[in-house]
Structures are given as structure tokens and as C-alpha cells.
């Protein structure tokens, strides 16, 4: 079945580096979404990518979906301490199912 | 207003014991999930219902049973409650059965003693 595989698993920055999280699916994805989960909430959505090759950014946040459309990324440029939490990615095959990869748990030394 | 509503927060419960969760959501989305978050924050899908038509429905155990009395409302009742049940329940809904963007409730934090 498919597959999605996310890494790291877990980062520790210091305040203001940067930060990357990378997913990779088995097989081709119809769309790709990500999702924050602060620590003690819910995931909540943040962004779905649709096209080969797409970026897509949110103030410090920056969106990719590869060309190839099995892969993705998140970047956050300068971290603050808001930016804590759980950054999962989810792909859509077409089948109706929503796969999560497993997660980057992103925490910050001030 | 609450999007998507789930109840109770916190369930502690023993070993062999039936317990239910609720889940309300006045967004008008026709489908609703149930997840399973496990200790290492891993979240599977369990169920799915489009207009209370189950659609999706992973490799659960028996003991779990969903029940959706109407689009808005998806419930999960598990029965003889193991040790591994153990987990955070979200509820979650979408516009429809293409799942995209996915609004979870706040999760049921379910403790099997």
C-alpha cells in the first residue's frame, strides 16, 4: 500500500536557524498537504500543493512539491519559538484515503 | 464556535470495560474520520463515513465499531477496551470524501488501565 516516509523525525534549532522537513511517497501523488500539531493540540491544516513542481509560501514558511510529485518539503526560514509543534505531511494517491507521513518534531532553544 | 467537537477530552478507563466518543461537527462537511494517534505521534486513519455511508474502514479490530446517525455526527464505541487502545482519538471532517484539508477536533485522550 502506499507509503508516506518523512525525515527527520525529530530537530532541535537554536531560535532564528532554520528548519526542513522532507517527505517522500512510494508512489505518485494527486496532492500533497501539510499539517502543524503543537504540542498538547490537533493537527491543523496549513497547505495543500496540487501541481508538479509547485512552491508555495506563507510568510517564513516555504512550500514544495516535486517535480516528480512523490516528494515534498517544508522550510522555515529564521524559527521562532511559535514555530514548535509536530509538521506532518499527508498524501493523496486518488484512492480516498489520506495517508500521514510520521511526523518532525521540531522543538526550539530559545 | 467549535468546528469539530469531540467528547469526552480525557477517558481513563479499565481493562475489559465499553466506552464510547463522541464527535460533532457544524461545518456541513459531508465526511467525517476517525484517527488513531499512537505514543509516537503516528496518525492512522481508522474509519471513514461520507453522508453516513462508512467508505472507509482500516484494519481495525472488531471491538471498534463507528456509527454515524447523520452527517453531522460520528461516533466510536469500543468494546472490551486492551491495554493497547491506548492512544489520542481525533475526530476529524472534510467538504467531502477527496479528503482535502482535513479539520481535526481536539482529540480524546484514552488511558486503558
Known amino acids: 500500500g502506499q507509503q508516506v516516509m518523512q525525515i527527520p523525525q525529530y530537530q532541535h534549532v537554536q531560535e532564528g536557524e532554520d528548519f526542513t522537513t522532507y517527505c517522500n511517497s512510494s508512489?505518485?501523488?494527486?496532492?500533497i498537504q501539510w499539517y502543524k500539531q503543537r504540542p498538547g493540540g490537533h493537527p491543523v491544516f496549513l497547505i495543500q500543493l496540487v501541481k508538479s513542481g509547485e512552491v508555495k509560501k506563507q510568510k517564513r514558511l516555504t512550500f514544495q512539491f516535486g517535480e516528480a510529485k512523490k516528494n515534498s518539503s517544508l522550510h522555515i526560514t529564521a524559527t521562532q519559538t511559535t514555530d514548535v509543534g509536530t509538521y506532518f505531511c499527508a498524501g493523496h494517491s486518488g484512492a480516498q484515503k489520506l495517508v500521514f507521513g510520521q511526523g518532525t518534531r521540531l522543538t526550539i532553544n530559545p | 464556535d467549535t468546528a469539530v467537537s469531540q467528547t469526552p477530552k480525557y477517558l481513563v478507563t479499565q481493562m475489559g470495560n465499553d466506552k464510547s466518543i463522541k464527535c460533532e461537527q457544524n461545518l456541513g462537511h459531508d465526511t467525517m474520520y476517525w484517527y488513531k494517534q499512537d505514543s509516537k505521534k503516528f496518525l492512522k486513519i481508522m474509519f471513514s463515513y461520507n453522508n453516513k455511508e462508512l467508505i472507509i474502514n482500516e484494519t481495525v479490530p472488531n471491538r471498534f465499531s463507528p456509527k454515524s446517525p447523520d452527517k453531522a455526527h460520528l461516533n466510536l464505541h469500543i468494546n472490551s477496551l486492551e491495554l493497547g487502545d491506548s492512544a489520542v482519538y481525533f475526530c476529524a471532517s472534510s467538504q467531502d470524501a477527496r479528503s482535502e484539508k482535513l479539520f481535526f477536533g481536539s482529540g480524546t485522550q484514552l488511558s486503558v488501565l
Open positions: 508512489t505518485t501523488l494527486s496532492n
